[in-house]
């Protein structure tokens, strides 16, 4: 079955020096990149999803910022389809069904992001919206969270998402494991 690659706000806020660093967003990258270059190389299409926070209180992701610009390591090239979004759901008022269904694609494959929040929903919105979806555990990142004073390191954070999702929601599996199917 033909794939589709969406990479989801790979942007420069969430690396060091941004707005809202994650933990270890530069491996993260690195390892997206790697999905980015097969993806190419066989020729399969790829979504570039951009965040773009407009509430007027929003710390990142801010309209003409750099740190709202998706990062060099995973940059479009063209003919790579851009889609901006204003929701954690990738799918959530914009195009991304309407462009992978137009390719007759129901197999997405997932990076970026931060795991809790725009992973998550994407990846149960697209499984919600009959895809088959594989994320990709070690080209997605996330970053500490704190609830009723104990804090959740984003390792921790990271692993629980990614448990919660690998059933039914998504095949949960690492850079090395895709290339090895």
Do not use: W
């Not at 690396?15 to 993806?39: H, R």
């Not at 710390?59 to 060099?72: I, L, Y």
């Amino acid at each position: 079955m033909k794939q589709a690659l969406i990479l989801v706000d790979i942007q420069n806020d969430y690396f060091p020096e941004g707005s809202m660093e994650l933990v270890q967003m530069d491996k993260a990258a690195q390892n997206a990149q790697l999905m980015l270059e097969y993806f190419r190389k066989m020729q399969l299409p790829v979504f570039h999803l951009q965040h773009i926070s407009m509430g007027p209180n929003a710390t990142f992701f801010r309209p003409d910022t750099d740190g709202v610009k998706t990062h060099d390591s995973v940059a479009p090239l063209a003919g790579e389809a851009i889609i901006t979004k204003h929701f954690p759901n990738a799918f959530r008022e914009t195009e991304l069904s309407d462009k992978l269904n137009g390719l007759s694609l129901k197999e997405i494959v997932i990076c970026g992001a931060m795991s809790h929040m725009c992973i998550d929903a994407t990846t149960r919105a697209g499984f919600d919206l009959g895809y088959q979806c594989t994320v990709i555990s070690d080209a997605c990142t996330t970053r500490d969270l704190e609830f009723k004073g104990v804090k959740i390191e984003a390792q921790m954070v990271h692993a629980s998402f990614m448990a919660a999702l690998s059933s039914p929601y998504a095949k949960v599996i690492s850079v090395n494991e895709f290339m090895s199917q």
